[in-house]
T-cell receptor, first 112, second 111 residues
Framework: SQKIEQNSEALNIQEGKTATLTCNYT??????LQWYRQDPGRGPVFLLL?????KEKRKERLKVTFDTTLKQSLFHITASQPADSATYLC???????????FGAGTTVTVRA | GAGVSQSPSNKVTEKGKDVELRCDPI?????LYWYRQSLGQGLEFLIY????????KSGLPSDRFSAERTGGSVSTLTIQRTQQEDSAVYLC?????????FGPGTRLTVT
């Protein structure tokens, strides 16, 4: 069966450090992968999209990599800030359809 | 501009009752999605509307769940004969392409 796994443990880091989140998948051949941020009591907010033929994408302090051989995406938050504390969700699309399958998310807490 | 709105924000219902959840997508967005999120879990896909095409209902967990989208805009998710396991946050999203814009969700509690 198809499966998406994110860091099972919550991530606690010191302000200024880099947070690295992992998204692994099995039995998928995604056309693209997205990362969303979700704050408590709110809907997810889109952050980045990376396509299957792209290795890396950057947006401000965020960086995403996509390795279709390893079936893995890494999400990095550099120079982290307490305002980055949230749950981060990985989502895959199987084709150029817009329907997404989501991972369970990783909760990041940045300590001042 | 206005984002995706959902109503009600909270709904408490008794087991066995029917409920309707409403989603107002962003104007002009052709795609609309419903997801369910249980406590501490990721988003579970329920149904997807794209323009005038037949909806993708492959995520609906049982025939007690149905949804419609009127005039390519507002959508209603209906759950008949609610069960306690239906308790969750129901999220709606809309999009024009890949980036999905989510509403705040409806928290459904079945007692």
């Amino acid at each position: 069966s198809q499966k998406i796994e994110q860091n099972s443990e919550a991530l606690n880091i010191q302000e200024g450090k880099t947070a690295t989140l992992t998204c692994n998948y099995t039995n998928y051949s995604p056309a693209y992968l997205q990362w969303y941020r979700q704050d408590p009591g709110r809907g997810p907010v889109f952050l980045l999209l990376i396509r299957e033929n792209e290795k890396e994408k950057r947006k401000e302090r965020l960086k995403v990599t996509f390795d279709t051989t390893l079936k893995q995406s890494l999400f990095h938050i550099t120079a982290s800030q307490p305002a980055d504390s949230a749950t981060y969700l990985c989502a895959l699309a199987l084709s150029n359809d817009y329907k997404l399958s989501f991972g369970a998310g990783t909760t990041v807490t940045v300590r001042a | 501009g206005a984002g995706v709105s959902q109503s009600p924000s909270n709904k408490v219902t008794e087991k066995g009752k029917d409920v309707e959840l409403r989603c107002d997508p962003i104007s002009g967005h052709t795609a609309l999605y419903w997801y369910r999120q249980s406590l501490g879990q990721g988003l579970e896909f329920l149904i997807y509307f794209q323009g005038n095409s037949a909806p993708d209902k492959s995520g609906l967990p049982s025939d007690r769940f149905s949804a419609e989208r009127t005039g390519g805009s507002v959508s209603t998710l209906t759950i008949q004969r609610t069960q306690q396991e239906d308790s969750a946050v129901y999220l709606c999203a809309s999009s024009t392409e890949y980036e999905q814009y989510f509403g705040p969700g409806t928290r459904l509690t079945v007692t």
